[in-house]
């Protein structure tokens, strides 16, 4: 008998993003792939949950903003106790390309957590200065910890299967970088396989990311703190996750 295709959520943690949010979950839906979207509104102020609902997705509003940290592992525990077999992160402003979900998940075919990476010789994506310093610094360390070669380990485009949503659904911090540095860091340390796959990276359609020498420079120091104590939290005890 052919093998039933797995149940697969996207979870899309949003902001006041109710200027993209629709876009980004009707092309989601238009692939027409079977995916179920979530919607974690992070105590927005605007109409990002109307929006979102109006375009097809379920929505869990939060009662105020806990950060993409908090929003993920919300929806990450909806994937758990939902019997979900696999969920992907995709942000609510475009930049992430629905049409390469599909590419994202098919590195959990051999991983546990697959990493949409900008950096991988696919697209046009670029960082400069201190903000490229600290993603090079990142990835170089990470690799070094997960054992195999990562250069984007700031990605928020990322897919996890059952065993790295129970992890996630344990501890997935909030704090800054805590998302993606620091949950990836405890997902290694507990026995998780990590790997990665080339994305291209897309403009957003409305507001704009904040990228200036100050703000990238207060992003390479707060980086490496960042990292500093995620790897002084020491490694966890692997724990016992089905399959």
Known sequence: MPEAPKRTLIIMPAWNE???????????????????????????????????????????????????????????????????????????????????????LSGLEHSDI???????????????????????????????????????????????NKRAIDQYVRYYPAEYLGDTVDSLVSAIHSGLTVSQIPVAMRARVHGKPSQNPVGSTIYLIRSVFALSLALMRGRRRPTEVSA
């Open 114 to 160: 697959s990493i949409g990476a900008r950096f991988a010789d696919k697209g046009d994506y670029q960082a400069h200065g201190p903000r490229r310093w600290a993603m090079v610094f990142l990835a170089a360390v990470l690799s070094r910890v997960a054992k195999t070669k990562l250069t984007d380990v700031t990605s928020g485009f990322r897919a996890a």
């Open 18 to 104: 109710s200027r993209n949010v629709g876009n980004t979950v009707r092309e989601i839906l238009d692939q027409r792939a079977g995916y179920d979207v979530i919607v974690v509104d992070d105590g927005s102020t605007d109409d990002t949950a109307q929006v979102a609902r109006a375009a097809g997705a379920q929505v869990l509003a939060l009662p105020f903003n806990m950060g993409v940290g908090g929003a993920m592992r919300t929806g990450f525990t909806y994937a758990q106790r939902h019997g979900y077999d696999q969920a992907i992160q995709v942000d609510a402003d475009g930049q992430h390309d629905p049409r390469e979900i599909p590419i994202v």
